[in-house]
Nanobody, 117 residues
Framework: LQLVESGGGLVQAGESLTLSCLAS????????MAWYRQAPGEERELVAE???????TYADFVKGRFTVSRDNGKRTLLLQMNGLEAEDTAVYYC????????????WGRGTQVTVSS
């Protein structure tokens, strides 16, 4: 399974972006899909996760600003990001094939989000 992210870019603080992740195959049987990010010099961190049921969980630092969604029919995972802050600058990765606390099996190559203050 290949994952390809898109939608990153350079924005000013307070603006919005929507990231997309397109899977090469069906994601219907993949219960958990997630967005991670990695800032320069930092470790990769979980941003948001969504299950097939639609249940979503978010990192505290994005609650109320970001919304994750998925469309299994379109094989797509989305991340709507509002109220972007300079601290949100990072490479954002789509991931799936998540079981328990293990590292996801499938990763995209990432899309750069840069927020200027």
């Amino acid at each position: 399974l290949q994952l390809v992210e898109s939608g990153g870019g350079l924005v000013q603080a307070g603006e919005s972006l929507t990231l997309s992740c397109l899977a090469s195959g069906s994601i219907s049987l993949l219960d958990r899909m997630a967005w991670y990010r990695q800032a320069p010099g930092e470790e990769r961190e979980l941003v948001a996760e969504i299950r097939n049921s639609g249940t979503a969980t978010y990192a505290d630092f994005v609650k109320g600003r970001f919304t994750v969604s998925r469309d299994n029919g379109k094989r797509t995972l989305l991340l709507q990001m509002n109220g972007l802050e300079a601290e949100d600058t990072a490479v954002y990765y789509c991931a799936t094939g998540i079981f328990g606390t293990l590292t996801p099996m499938y990763w995209g190559r990432g899309t750069q989000v840069t927020v200027s203050s």
